[in-house]
């Protein structure tokens, strides 16, 4: 019987192959510029591209895999603020979900919204527009319809003290997809951000 890797070897074969990859050791060959900006083209060196694209090739091999194998993407987090601690899956930022993921997804959705508006009644809210380019204030009603339409929900963080800014992702299709807006309309997410009183989103 086939030997069936797990989630956790999925994410090491990745991050290792990735080592690889942005080293040199693996490289497409026959990546080569894409032709449609000659500009950004004459920035990026060839071996850059044949970097990137060995990885990807390799990454939708991996995903590939995990449909057959019906391996999921998904991994549990944990996060505390404010003397509040939370756990909650979410889909690694390098494997693909299952439909069964998107399920537990959903199933946790509430629970991470729960949280979020609780570690979050004095901070201030913003919208993130443009792929995090520019952050639009925001308030509990407005975030509350993004909430209604989205089927997923995870938290991040960064910084700390003053400084510290609570990220809420809603989503809806696949979360890989909607990472970078591969599949919109049919995958896609909106990030709020909040911050303290008086500070704003660093992105």
């Known amino acids: 019987m086939e ?6 070897e999925l994410i090491q074969i990745l991050a290792d192959e990735q080592r690889a990859c942005m080293s040199g050791e693996r490289l497409n060959l026959a990546a080569q510029p894409s032709g449609i900006n000659h500009v950004i083209d004459r920035l990026i060196e060839p071996t850059g ?14 995903h590939q895999y995990q449909q057959e ?13 404010n003397d509040r601690t939370l756990k909650f899956p979410k889909i690694d930022e390098q494997l693909a979900s299952l439909n069964q993921d998107l ?3 959903s199933a946790a959705k509430l629970d991470v919204v ?47 003290g003053e400084n510290l800014e609570i990220i809420l992702q809603l989503g809806w299709g696949k979360p890989e997809a909607a990472r970078y807006r591969r599949d919109f309309p049919h995958s896609g997410s ?12 660093l992105g």
């Open 49 to 62: 591209i044949q970097k990137f694209t060995a990885y990807e090739n390799f990454r939708t091999t991996i």
């Open 103 to 105: 399920q537990v997804l």
């Open 114 to 160: 729960n949280f979020w508006q609780q570690v979050t009644d004095a901070m201030q809210l913003f919208l993130a527009m443009q792929r995090g380019i520019r952050f639009e204030p925001s308030d509990y009603p407005a975030i509350e319809r993004i909430i209604a339409r989205s089927e997923w929900a995870t938290l991040s963080h960064h910084g700390r």
């Open 3 to 8: 030997r069936v890797y797990s989630t956790e």
């Open 190 to 201: 909106e990030s709020v951000h909040a911050v303290y009183p008086g500070r704003e989103p």
């Open 69 to 81: 194998h019906q391996v999921s993407g998904i991994v549990w987090q944990e996060i505390t603020f």
